[in-house]
């Protein structure tokens, strides 16, 4: 039986490792932050704690049988985080980051403190600067919207459907409408970076003005 001052200590340190990764995900502004990671971190902590301190109550050999329920639950709170959205899945890496942070909380829970820290500071690695090794690289597809402004807007818009539908794109929010006397013609679409490069190279041109802009909210 573990005593009410190491299950504090437990509690707090889940809590505390919860909190850590959710700073991250705060400074990101994705949905999953300091409050949600915490709570994630201590709840499976105190599940597995439970796990086995009622089952040593009640005389059950089984001291498993709560936490073993965890993965189960957790799934469908990661699930929620997942949103389906025209051009794809976005959420994939705040359910996966829930989904780990329940494996720490479970680790301190029983009391693998050195283990929970270990996959902590692994999983901050993993967010922060290989994140930022995404973004540097460009590794990753982003939602952009891109608009040409023309006076020929029939032939860039013909144009465009004919690339994008050779590239395998699937278009957004495809429109052409009038400025004064230019037309504009704009669409969105989930776009890597070398295929963002191939597109503005292929449309641009004189006479042709060229926007490329991130579409805010589109969040991994």
Request: charged share 15%.
């Amino acid at each position: 039986m573990l005593s009410f001052q190491q299950m504090f200590v437990r509690l707090i340190f889940s809590a505390g490792l919860g909190a850590t990764i959710g700073v991250e995900r705060e400074i990101r502004r994705r949905p999953a932050g300091i409050r949600t990671s915490m709570f994630v971190c201590m709840a499976t902590a105190l599940f597995t704690m439970l796990s086995g301190q009622i089952a040593h109550l009640w005389g059950d050999s089984s001291t498993t049988r709560i936490a073993s329920n965890i993965v189960q639950g957790i799934g469908f709170l990661g699930a929620g985080a997942i949103i389906k959205e025209s051009g794809g899945l976005v959420g994939m890496t705040t359910a996966a980051t829930i989904f780990v942070e329940a494996a720490i909380g479970m680790a301190v829970g029983g009391g693998l403190y050195s283990l929970a820290g270990s996959a902590t500071v692994i999983v901050l690695f993993g967010l922060v600067v290989l994140g930022w090794c995404s973004e540097r690289l460009n590794l990753k597809a982003r939602l952009l919207l891109f608009r040409f402004t023309t006076s020929h807007a029939e032939n860039v818009a013909g144009e465009v459907q004919r690339l994008l539908s050779g590239m395998k794109i699937l278009v957004q929010q495809f429109r052409v409408s009038m400025a004064g006397t230019s037309s504009i013609v704009e669409f969105e679409a989930v776009v890597s970076h070398k295929q963002q490069v191939e597109i503005v190279t292929q449309l641009s041109r004189q006479g042709v003005i060229t926007e490329v802009i991130p579409v805010e909210g589109h969040h991994g």
